[in-house]
């Protein structure tokens, strides 16, 4: 039994919001369900680490936000949704990735996921434009590049640091991170002595090996008395997909394409990328995919003939 959760805090101070994440069941469902290798493991690992912590922090309510990103390195294209509530789901488009281990003998991340590309962040608030936003990459090693985007696109000076122990069988050991936030009252010295502080203390891998909450890992940064709890939520590993959302992806296929799948194999099997799931469609079911198809490449031609007609 896993016991994935997030928290949140305040220091009593008023100058920094802290959260720390155990998020080990959540990697490791992903890494099972796309039997990922060690550096896929890694990097999808902490971009789910670090998908929790961004969303946790900067959305409300019911926004979501889709985190990509690609640096041009062997994993290829990594793609995390999560919700403000705890809820997540992510791919890494190349799974099956190793790498020899970096100098400081751990995974490279960094090499894995490359450094020549970008983080882009869409969040949908719940209205018809999503908001997006990319930031250049800024060493593929994820905690970097998380901090990056949030003081580049939110304008919040932070500190991330998300780490995933994978055992030799590539299975998941731990998962987790922090977040820190600096709020407007903070101070230059209370702003280095958190910079020294965080150098000092063992990675969040190396803590939850150890047993470490999340609650530990802030109390081991800020001291216990210094800080104020302020929620704990449990987070989790979800994929929304059913055979109808397929469904209406599958109707934004051009009518040619979707007539010669007919013709061809008198069915399809789509695979959900997220969680692994597989639906499989009949002829009539694609007959009437078909039809919606056509509906829409009729509707378009109407639209575009009247604004010709303008
Ligand atoms: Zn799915």
Partial sequence: MQNDHLVKSITKDGMFRAYAIDATGVVAEAQKRQATWSASSAALGRTLVGGLLLSASVLKGQETMTIQINGGG??????????ANGHVKGYVQH????????RVHKIDVGKAVGVNGFMQVMKSMGGDEPYSSSVPLASGEIGDDFTYYLAQSEQIPSAVGVSVFVNDDNSIKVAGGYLIQTLPDADDAAIDRLEKRLKQIPMVSELLLSQQSPNDILNLIF??????????????????CSKKRFAKSLSRVSPD?????IAEDHGAELICHFCGARYNYDEEELKSILAVSEKRVELDAQKDDNEAKK
Avoid at 95 to 102: A, E, K, Q, S, T
Avoid at 226 to 239: G, I, K
Avoid at 257 to 261: C, N, Q, T
């Fill in 74 to 83: 062997p994993v290829g294209t990594i793609m995390v949704d999560a919700d």
């Fill in 95 to 102: 799974p099956h990735v190793h790498l020899p281990l970096n």
């Fill in 223 to 240: 001291g216990e008395d210094n800080l104020e709890y302020l929620t704990d939520t449990p987070v989790e590993f979800t994929c929304n």
């Fill in 257 to 261: 394409e979707l007539r010669a799948i």
